[in-house]
């Protein structure tokens, strides 16, 4: 069946149940894992908008709920199976219910089983670069059919036309590049999510200026590796050049990206990012860990010598470059000796952040395949170790700030605290001030004149 006729039948579905309810059939999207596969929520969004669907936050007044899963860590996958095991009861009160699994877990053999065994309640299964078949998949579910699973790995980019529904009104995600080359030896991302295919620049461009014309504040660039931009193109532009040539769109906006891989980390991204003006001062840039021997079992193709290298060339430069990173805690065979090196590390760069992770085995991986001497127990205790230290990091680094003047993005109002209003610096610091909710998704100078472990404090400047 053509694109159209099927996109044309189930618009049609839609309308008359529409019709017959007086209200539009409502859409529940749960989005787990990281800024991806949000990214990825918001098309999906896109795609039952257009068919005529409404939205909601809740269960129970949904007529179709996605799944939308991370399989990054084993927790990860017992989470979302958790979660998704609740809502059988509503599926059991409302039998029209239509229940889909989506995202990074949809993709692997043992959880497409276990799906089939434990979760025949589960209507669609597709996978990461299949969104755009949802409509194909619902209407094979609104002809009768039982348990469409889609979960073959294209490789292929998503379509330039999808239509997106943004959760923020001045805070957008634009993917520029999917998939990952890399293969860490922990990782199963390079599985679930293919190769990496950039997108064309000239789209990304267009995209953001469309989104900063809409008074979009804050651009995030993602990709497993942004910094691997345009390696796969014959034509294409470097990720540095994308940035600068982003800074001349005319506009109050600051562009932040996420992850950077280090062996890809040049001192043209450094100087690129103090040049221009619109790009935040402040790189996520993952160590994982401070030894190269672990280093080199993981796989990650660089040195701490070479890591250190570009953030001292930051830091010559602009002395408070801010950096944060993700850790991995106990990864196979990983010595006393070892973690310490990475407890070192984290005391050279004195990151702003650390996002720390205890190592999880991820069955197809390389890693899986090692053998591994540290019990759990001492793999907590050295999270634990780890943790504390990056506390005392935080609370001593973040004092540099206290007298200087901040320009800050509001977020949202703070929860426990009435009348006050938190966002992020440039340097993608918590800010905690006191304001008006109406500043949210507004710039605001802010003079710091405290700190804690995860946040500064300040006041708004006239
Ligand atoms: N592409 C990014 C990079 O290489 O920096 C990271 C993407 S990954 C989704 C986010 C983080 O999850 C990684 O940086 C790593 O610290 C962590 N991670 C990935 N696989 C893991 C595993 N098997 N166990 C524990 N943490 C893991
Ligand atoms: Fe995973 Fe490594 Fe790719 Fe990052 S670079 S997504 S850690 S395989
Ligand atoms: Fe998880 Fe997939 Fe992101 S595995 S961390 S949702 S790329």
């Known amino acids: 069946m053509k694109t159209t006729n099927y996109m044309d039948s189930l618009i049609q579905s839609v309308k008359k149940f529409t019709e017959s309810k007086d209200s539009p059939p409502l859409a529940h999207v749960h989005n787990f894992g990281c800024q991806l596969n949000f990214s990825d929520g918001e098309k999906i969004k896109g795609i039952l908008m257009k ?35 609740s809502v059988k009861r509503y599926k059991e009160k409302k039998p029209d219910l239509i229940i ?3 995202g990074c877990m949809a993709v692997q053999e043992h959880v497409v089983e276990r799906v089939k065994k434990s979760f025949p309640f589960i209507d669609i299964v597709f996978g990461t670069s299949a969104i755009d078949e ?23 980019p998503l379509s330039e036309q999808m239509e997106v529904v943004r959760d923020s009104s001045f805070k957008a995600s634009v993917p520029i590049m999917y998939g990952c080359n890399n293969f860490c030896t922990y990782c199963i991302v390079p599985y ?30 993602l990709g497993q590796n942004v910094n691997s931009y345009g390696n796969d193109l014959a034509n294409g532009i470097s990720f540095s050049e994308l940035l600068r040539r982003l800074n001349e769109i005319d506009g109050e906006f600051v562009i932040r990206f996420m992850s950077s891989h280090p062996k890809d980390a040049s ?168 304001g008006p909710k109406e500043l949210v998704g507004q710039f605001v100078k802010v003079k710091i004149i405290g700190s804690k472990n995860w946040a500064v404090i300040g006041e708004i400047i006239d």
Not at 77 to 85: N, S
Not at 197 to 221: C, F, P, Q, T
Not at 363 to 390: C, H, I, P, W
């Open 267 to 434: 001192f043209e991204l450094i100087d690129t990012i103090i040049q221009c003006e619109k790009v935040a001062k402040h790189l996520h840039l993952p160590v994982q860990s401070g030894s190269n021997e672990i280093l080199k079992a993981m796989n990650r193709k660089y040195t701490i010598e070479k890591y250190l290298e570009i953030v001292d060339y930051a830091r010559q430069q602009v002395p408070d470059f801010s950096f944060t990173t993700d850790v991995i805690v106990g990864f196979p065979n990983e010595t006393e000796e070892q973690f310490n090196e990475t407890l070192e590390i984290l005391k050279r760069v004195k990151y702003d952040n650390i996002y720390s992770f205890i190592y999880s085995k991820r069955s197809g991986t390389r890693a899986a395949l090692f053998e591994d001497n540290v019990n759990y127990e001492e793999k907590s205790r050295r999270m634990q170790t780890l943790l504390a230290l990056q506390r005392e990091i935080s609370i001593e680094g973040y004092k540099r700030f206290i007298g200087r003047t901040m320009t800050v993005l509001v977020d949202d109002e703070c929860k426990n605290a009435e009348g006050w209003i938190h966002g992020k610096s440039n340097e993608f610091i918590i800010v905690e001030f006191k």
């Open 51 to 85: 068919l005529g669907y409404g939205f909601t936050e809740t269960y129970d007044n949904a007529d179709i709920i996605i799944f939308n899963t991370c399989a990054v860590r084993e927790s990860a996958e017992e989470k979302a199976f958790g979660v998704i095991g």
């Open 192 to 221: 679930v999510r293919g190769r990496e295919r950039s997108r064309n620049h000239e789209a990304i461009i267009a995209e953001i200026k469309g989104l900063v014309s809409d008074g979009y504040k804050e651009i995030m660039l």
């Open 134 to 156: 949802l409509p194909k998949l619902l209407l094979d579910v609104f002809n009768g059919k039982k348990h469409v699973f889609d979960t073959s790995e294209y490789n292929k």
């Open 100 to 102: 889909g699994l989506c």
